[in-house]
């Protein structure tokens, strides 16, 4: 006899619930991922671009559904990466928005840099994590009530 399990009036086999629990866990991350690449995108300061790519490549590396469950972090290369939240550059200042000519860092070498980038926000680490934690739990939310119901 295979023991059944019963959810809002919904009978389901332990194997039903492993298939509906990976779907969720699979379509949660993937919604959170396109939802994360266009805040990055958006609001994390691009001065070189490295920081950018750097958190899209451990996303793109790092994130996962496996046996174990959903694994997700932010973590970058870029050594100031998560100190720009002090940075007088990168709160919104009329000087980083204005395609005044700068000098950075890239890749190992100085160069020169336009700075145009209207969107970039102060205190990013701390509000990606915020947002990131609201759309995860929306997502399996979303995508529960979807698979099982109600």
């Excluded at 919104?92 to 020169?112: C, N």
């Amino acid at each position: 006899m295979v023991k059944r399990y019963r959810y809002k009036g919904r009978d389901f086999s332990k194997e039903e619930l492993l298939v509906i629990f990976n779907e969720i866990l699979f379509n949660t991350l993937k919604a959170t991922k396109i939802a994360a690449l266009d805040w990055i995108n958006r609001y994390v300061p691009k001065r070189t671009g490295q920081l950018r790519d750097s958190l899209i490549d451990w996303m793109n590396t790092h994130w996962i559904v496996d046996d174990v469950g959903l694994k997700a972090s932010l973590h970058s290369d870029v050594e100031y990466a998560f100190d720009i939240a002090g940075d007088p550059a990168h709160s919104g200042t009329w000087y980083e928005h204005s395609g005044a000519p700068a000098t950075a860092y890239y890749y190992h070498h100085f160069g020169r840099v336009f700075l145009d980038d209207p969107t970039a926000i102060a205190m990013w680490s701390g509000l990606i994590s915020s947002f990131l934690n609201s759309e995860f739990n929306r997502n399996i939310i979303s995508y529960k009530e979807n698979l099982m119901g109600g």
